[in-house]
């Protein structure tokens, strides 16, 4: 039968983790104490303007405080470290920095955590010094002999020992616990229910939409080099070579000049095409709905439109417009490719500050977003608006894909 004094070593140990904690909130607090005199100081003399330089560069220095303070924080409570979103002050005009200092919500979190530090903190770590002494001396003693005497009951009853976590030192912790606790909740702001799932949306649209547009504009970049550019090559050399021409063999000019005319009708039907890639004259001149109707009778497969109120009242607001035709023209364009469906409806309906789009067709289904389908397209270019993108297309058939776009109206 062993009396090794387990449950004092692990009491000790857990202890000093959150001793260490809170002796290094008591330095924390020394260098509180400090600032909180330096940022009276420069307020002082910043109200007689002699200061205000030293206002934004004191306010770094507040600021990289709170921000260790924040990391050690999190650290001890097992949370994700959040930093805090902070006003700028490396740009702008003096004036403007002193502004962003003292406008800033974050800022003045800082502050007010300054004299909380500086007392609170202290305080704390000065509880623990006094902690220690006496939990050594009471657990030291107290905890081999329970645990002692649990061994015995063990072995006697054959019930398992409980887990004693002392009398004294077990405060340790739940003073470290505590105080990082009313830290946090002073330097981070309570974060809304469902804002952190909001925020993970966004930057994960905002993401997708930026791949979205670097493909855009290397598309583009790769039309205008392979069609239009080349086109316009071409014509240059033509027209060098009618003016060499012109003098000795005009008939030849001539025919060089034809040709040149008709690689620049060439170019610029090449021009037109990628002008329609970015924004589309036909939404400009006749609208969403006029557009759609075009592109519903471009497409092999019969396509059923329904348009109800769209040209009635004011325009959508072009951003939107734009997706909603982009959104049409790819999925007509795979229903015509892909889907083998011999009908497609097209449903568009606005209301309560929402622009719904649907697309509709009777083909043999299962269209994979994996597959390189333009179905990613669609949901990026959705989601880049705040929008939202409901996908389908179950083997077999049919297959719908419904839009749904902020409208404001």
Known sequence: ??????????AVQRSWEASRFLFTGLLLGLATYVLTFLVVVVLIFAVLVIGLPALPEATKLLRGLAESERRRVAARL?????????????????????????????TWRDVLWLPFQAVVG???????????PVGLLVDGIALPAAHLLDRRAADEYGTPPPVRR??????LPVLADLSASWNRSILNPPVP??????????????AGAVEAHGAELRRIERDLHDGAQARIVALSLRIGLAKQLLDRDPAAARDRLDEAQDGADAALAELRHVVRGIHPPVLTDRGLAGAVRALAADVAVPVEAGLDGMED???LPAAIEAAAYFVVAEALTNISKHSG??????????GAGTLRVR??????????????????GIRRRVAALDGTTRISSPVGGPTDIEVELPCGS
């Open 1 to 10: 039968m062993s009396s090794t004094p387990v449950p004092l070593q692990a």
């Open 313 to 315: 009242g004011r325009r």
């Open 341 to 350: 469906a011999t009908a497609a409806t097209v449903r568009i309906s606005r």
């Open 122 to 132: 202290g305080a704390v770590a000065y509880l623990a010094m006094v902690l220690w």
């Open 193 to 206: 229910a469902g804002l952190e799932e909001r925020i993970a949306q966004l930057t994960e649209s905002r």
């Open 359 to 376: 697309i509709g067709d009777d083909g043999h289904g299962g269209a994979d977003e994996r597959a390189g389908s333009g179905l990613v």
């Open 166 to 171: 002392g009398w004294v030192l077990r405060w």
């Open 78 to 106: 097992g949370v994700p470290y959040r930093p805090a979103r902070y006003l700028p002050l490396d740009t702008g005009e003096l004036s403007e920095r002193v502004r962003r200092v003292l406008t800033d919500p974050a």
